[in-house]
């Protein structure tokens, strides 16, 4: 087991990562900019290094300055979090070229499931059903003959990245080469790398995705899907599981392609696999993330298993102790992401509590919600036996919590929480704007 962790993040998923490390006695090293100098995490951690300033680009994506705070501090392991450098195969080789542990999938895998077209065609190959599109696209002329065999409307999709970002809905001929361009160039820029090809633009469904653990000996399970459809400008902002429209029959299907997906890949680690799930129950694979997702902790709560503490079991080559016939999926368990519009000191913070009711976050009474990172302020999550009750619960939870000194998204959460569609389970992947406007 590592005596020393690095973790290559902040806000609430630095804290998850410490917390977990301090109840394993692992000793942790919070690294942080300027702007994080007083944050929670850096309080909470054994040791604490500045990697420099404010911007993302000037610190929790500089490698080079995390690296050497590894080295410095004789971190056995870095844990890269969610977003920032957790998908980056080039700081996985960096870390493993040091002999430092990246807590992750290799990089190798990593390069190889982060590029769309690769996964696609690796995913045709076993069997795996992938959604209708093409190949890398040389030119803007070879989309627009491609994009009249596949039919509008279409996705320009980039093969790098993820996040929304790289992704244009084409409704027409007219439309394709603007968007062709925008997408290509949004990617460039996001993750230096401007290739894009051609996906049929399903509407009208589901984004499901199933939580998978591997380790380095053949062993693997899936916990379960999570609904993810609840999206606002391809952002997700609510997540429950089980799905609601989810059958045994087709869950079962859906893992057995999940697991099939992550073995052709070779992956270890915590990974999850995507899916856009039809109304007639067909399901289609759209990409594999190699990181800890933000909503892991509503799987945590109905399988009973610590996903944190097994990627770091797991980069340590522990085996699984469990087999997939060990996991039992009870109750419901929903997710509400609170989010920031706009900056300012916290001047009064009050959490919910009650038996199931937990708030991951870094807030703190005074701190400051600064303008340089994503907007989540924390992630409110509660467990009941059924849907019903996870429900009753969360609006309960929602009209508890007070954040003032910022404008958040609260109302909004509320909103839906108590909508028809949502109590009927009767949302896709396209509706929450509409929900949103009602009343309005």
């Given at each position: 087991m590592f005596t020393k962790i690095l973790v290559a993040n902040r806000g609430e998923i630095a804290v998850r990562i410490i917390r977990a490390c301090k109840e394993m006695g692992i000793e942790t090293v919070a690294v942080f900019s300027e702007a994080d100098r007083n944050s929670l995490p850096v309080a909470l951690a054994d040791e604490r290094i500045c990697i420099g300033g404010k911007s993302a680009t000037e610190s929790y994506l500089n490698q080079k300055n995390?690296?050497?705070?590894?080295?410095?501090?004789n971190a056995g392991a870095i844990h890269p979090g969610y977003g920032f450098l957790s998908e980056n195969p080039e700081f996985a080789a960096l870390c493993e070229a040091n002999g430092i542990v990246f807590i992750g999938p290799k990089s190798q895998v990593m390069e190889s499931m982060g590029d769309k077209d690769h996964a696609r065609?690796?995913?045709?190959?076993?069997?795996?059903?992938?959604?209708p599109g093409t190949e890398i696209l040389k030119d803007v002329a070879e989309a627009k003959a491609l994009a009249e065999e596949i039919g509008f409307p279409l996705l320009v999709k980039a093969t790098a990245g993820g996040g929304g970002k790289g992704i244009?809905?084409?409704?027409?001929?007219?439309?394709?080469?603007?968007?062709?361009?925008?997408?290509?160039?949004?990617a460039?820029?996001?993750?230096?790398?401007?290739?894009?090809?051609?996906?049929?633009y399903l509407t009208h469904v589901r984004h499901v995705e199933m939580q998978i653990l591997a380790d380095h000996f053949g062993n693997m399970v899936c916990l379960g899907e999570r609904d993810c459809s609840l999206q606002l400008n391809k952002q997700k902002v609510l997540e429950e599981t089980p799905s609601p429209v989810m059958?045994?029959?087709?869950?079962?299907?859906?893992?057995?392609?999940?697991m099939k997906a992550a073995k052709a890949a070779n992956y270890t680690n915590a990974g999850t696999v995507e899916f856009l799930l039809a109304p007639n129950g067909e399901f289609y694979f759209i990409e594999m993330n190699t990181r800890l997702q933000v909503e892991h902790p509503i799987t945590e709560e109905i399988s009973g298993v610590d996903i944190v503490k097994w990627q770091i079991r797991i980069a340590c080559e522990i085996p699984?102790?469990?087999?997939?016939?060990?996991v039992h999926l009870k109750g419901h368990s929903?997710?509400?992401?609170?989010?920031?519009?706009?900056?300012?000191?916290?001047?009064?913070?009050?959490?919910?509590?009650?038996?199931?009711?937990?708030?991951?976050?870094?807030?703190?009474?005074?701190?400051?919600?600064?303008?340089?990172?994503?907007?989540?302020?924390?992630?409110?999550?509660?467990?009941?036996?059924t849907?019903?009750?996870?429900?009753?619960?969360?609006?309960?939870?929602?009209?508890?919590?007070?954040?003032?000194?910022?404008?958040?998204?609260?109302?909004?959460?509320?909103?839906?929480?108590?909508?028809k569609t949502y109590w009927h389970g009767a949302y896709d992947t396209l509706i929450l704007p509409e929900i949103l406007a009602e009343g309005k």
């Open positions: 995390i690296i050497s705070a590894a080295l410095a501090c065609r690796l995913m045709k190959e076993i069997g795996v059903p992938v959604v244009r809905v084409v409704n027409s001929r007219e439309e394709l080469e603007h968007a062709f361009f925008t997408a290509s160039a949004e460039k820029s996001a993750f230096g790398n401007g290739e894009v090809f051609l996906e049929k059958t045994e029959e087709i869950r079962s299907k859906m893992m057995e392609a999940a699984l102790d469990f087999e997939q016939e060990d929903i997710e509400c992401r609170i989010n920031a519009r706009s900056t300012g000191k916290i001047n009064f913070l009050h959490i919910p509590g009650g038996a199931r009711v937990h708030f991951d976050t870094a807030l703190i009474q005074e701190c400051e919600v600064v303008p340089y990172y994503d907007s989540m302020l924390g992630k409110l999550i509660v467990f009941a036996n849907r019903e009750n996870a429900i009753r619960k969360m609006e309960a939870a929602l009209c508890e919590m007070i954040i003032e000194g910022v404008n958040t998204n609260i109302e909004d959460q509320l909103k839906l929480i108590r909508s």
